[in-house]
């Protein structure tokens, strides 16, 4: 992951991939995750998404990490909550209260710098972004650091299936199979393979798809 691309991305405001409103995914499946409202939802390089308000509003706690301070400092304002920050070496720690008191967390700096530890136990992990952002060479090592610092929590994750060359990423193809060589010993389940309407970015045909992952021991 090229961080200088993405600290320009916010600093430039040249964030084309952020949503205004929260994802339909998110909307559809998230129920199949069978969480109860007051638990813990850890959103991995999850920018300023509107998810996050959404999961809040729905009385969820939400942990987020993020590179870009900019985009969380932007989050918050959008939130109209005013953090309290503290600093952890080379990570910022961002607290606040949400509606009908749910609790955020947001981690600002590099993922591979949280450790499960400073997460703290969450009950589910949801992935928009995150996976589907990094280059081949550095998804197998964010797939193995997932399930290490969230326990092998219960995962929905969103990726897109497409003709790479005929695209550069972000966001990158990463198909089914992929996903399941990433995520060995893990229980996968696709719920949804929808077309991206228009193409993926106005270029290529593309599928939206939507896996449901869990411990293979916890399935079984």
Same mark, same amino acid.
């Given at each position: 992951?090229?961080?200088?691309?993405?600290?320009?991305?916010?600093?430039?405001?040249?964030?084309?991939?952020?949503?205004?409103?929260?994802?339909?995914?998110?909307?559809?499946?998230?129920?199949?995750?069978?969480?109860?409202?007051?638990?813990?939802?850890?959103?991995?390089?999850?920018?300023? @998404?509107?998810?996050? !308000?959404? &999961?809040?509003? +729905? %009385?969820?706690?939400?942990? =987020?990490a993020e /590179?870009s301070s900019?985009?969380?400092?932007?989050?918050?304002?959008?939130?109209?909550?005013?953090?309290?920050? @503290?600093?952890?070496? !080379?990570? &910022?720690?961002? +607290? %606040?209260?949400?509606?009908? =008191?749910?609790? /955020?967390?947001?981690?600002?700096?590099?993922?591979?710098?949280?450790?499960?530890?400073?997460?703290?136990?969450?009950?589910?992990?949801?992935?928009?972004?995150?996976?589907?952002?990094?280059?081949?060479?550095?998804?197998?090592?964010?797939?193995?650091?997932?399930?290490?610092?969230?326990?092998?929590?219960?995962?929905?994750?969103?990726?897109?299936?497409?003709?790479?060359?005929?695209?550069?990423?972000?966001?990158?193809?990463?198909?089914?199979?992929?996903?399941?060589?990433?995520?060995?010993?893990?229980?996968?389940?696709?719920?949804?393979?929808?077309?991206?309407?228009?193409?993926?970015?106005?270029?290529?045909?593309?599928?939206?798809?939507?896996?449901?992952?869990?411990?293979?021991?916890?399935?079984?």
């Open positions: 992951m090229d961080a200088e691309f993405w600290h320009r991305k916010w600093h430039d405001n040249e964030i084309g991939f952020h949503m205004s409103e929260a994802n339909p995914m998110l909307l559809a499946y998230f129920h199949r995750l069978g969480l109860q409202a007051g638990q813990r939802v850890f959103l991995p390089l999850c920018g300023k @998404t509107r998810d996050i !308000a959404w &999961l809040l509003e +729905q %009385g969820f706690a939400v942990v =987020g /590179l900019v985009a969380v400092d932007q989050l918050f304002n959008e939130l109209n909550i005013i953090p309290r920050v @503290t600093e952890y070496e !080379a990570l &910022l720690h961002y +607290q %606040g209260s949400g509606p009908r =008191g749910t609790k /955020l967390d947001l981690f600002v700096g590099d993922v591979f710098l949280l450790s499960a530890n400073l997460l703290g136990a969450v009950d589910a992990l949801y992935d928009r972004a995150a996976l589907v952002a990094l280059p081949p060479e550095m998804r197998a090592q964010y797939a193995e650091h997932m399930l290490e610092i969230s326990n092998r929590a219960p995962q929905l994750l969103i990726t897109f299936d497409y003709d790479q060359s005929q695209l550069a990423g972000p966001p990158f193809c990463v198909n089914e199979a992929e996903v399941r060589q990433l995520y060995r010993g893990m229980s996968l389940q696709r719920l949804a393979s929808e077309p991206v309407s228009g193409g993926l970015k106005g270029v290529c045909p593309a599928q939206e798809q939507v896996f449901l992952l869990r411990s293979a021991t916890t399935s079984a």
